[in-house]
């Protein structure tokens, strides 16, 4: 069976590896010219998703490319004596099981693990998708396709053309973000320097191997600001209004955003659907469940759902009206419990109030101090997230039979 995948970040590689294990024939298509290289932000691989980097051979290099911060320095906005944390306890204390990774690493990586066995089509887009599996793509010739998944990305173009337009599904949870990359000059090397606003936090950190550091910023608004993901001008100007004047340090950053080689923007959106699937079409990751970015865990989410959809659809020998549903009442529990932990943790990074912001300082440093029995315990009676990836499980699937042609 082919089986065709748009978007190759995360979720697409990593699906596309399963299946081709499972003996679908996989090509992914990618309107980027090459693999993606923009600058990005760190990501965290819990539990789940370590295990299935793990069984994909590929977790020495992930490891390899940790970020490796262990250090947090916070500021509270007005306060002039810092709080200094230990990351890797609080890590520890979160997840049994943890790595943090800049995310076009991680994406390198899973795309290496795949490129030799997988169709690539770089520089192209699905134009149209025919019930009957016809795909006509932006420039390349028409193609059919036994199935068809959308794993690309929050502002996913299969979801538009199946599901309609993004509108519909997505929720606005109350904050943006930004992420830049600008000169370590500093030396940063396995230090996140935080600075906490009232309804603003923005931090900066960087690691030996990636040789600049990254800016990610985090405001608040009362609705989605009305600016189109691709107006930059537009957005850096959001951000210099949101940000400028909160610490000197905060507006040397600020000034880099007129030379960044790389720079995303975005609203902290959910995405919320009764349904991934239509058809032989059906949605992975971020395309069909984002819980909202740099706030969610989307990309432990993202992997697991890519393997449980190869898996069930080899359990079901192909056949989609069977391993689509399958799919969904496996991930549906942890998605729901992944849009609630979103929100608590946007509630805690962004605070709306002065006892929040001191809150998130102390709280950081306590779990930091305290031996790792009292902070795993005080980290689960605080945060929905510690929770939600140490309960996740994933089956064990067996490879299949090569499926039906």
Known sequence: MRVLVSGASIAGPVLAYWLNRHGFDVTVVERT????????????????????????????????????????????????????????????????????????????????????????????????????????????????FGLVVGADGLHSTVRRLVFGDESRFATFIGAHLGVLSLPNVTGLDGELLLHVGVGRTVGMYGARHIGDARALFLFRSERALDVHHHDVPRQKELLHSAFRGMHAEVDRWLDELDSTPAFYFDSITQIRMDTWSRGRVTLVGDAAHCPGPAVGGSTTLAVVGAYVLAGELARADGDHTVAFPAYERVMAEYVRAGRASALSAAKTLIPTSRLGVRGLAQGARLISVL??????????????SARLYNSMTIDDYAPARRPQR
């Open 371 to 384: 031996p790792a029995g009292p902070a795993r315990a005080l980290l689960r009676l605080t945060t929905k």
């Open 33 to 144: 010219p090459a693999p993606r290289r923009t600058g990005g932000h760190a990501v965290d691989l819990f539990r789940p998703a370590m295990t299935v980097s793990e069984q994909m051979g590929v977790l020495p290099r992930i490891e390899e490319r940790a970020t490796g911060t262990h250090r947090m320095t916070v500021r509270q906005e007005g306060v002039r004596r810092p709080v200094r944390a230990d990351l890797s306890k609080i890590f520890g204390a979160a997840s049994d099981r943890h790595v943090e990774v800049m995310r076009d690493d991680l994406s390198e990586i899973y795309y290496d693990a795949t490129r030799d066995d997988v169709e690539y089509v770089f520089d192209d887009s699905i134009a149209e998708i025919s019930p009957d599996g016809e795909v006509r793509f932006e420039n390349g010739a028409p193609r059919r």
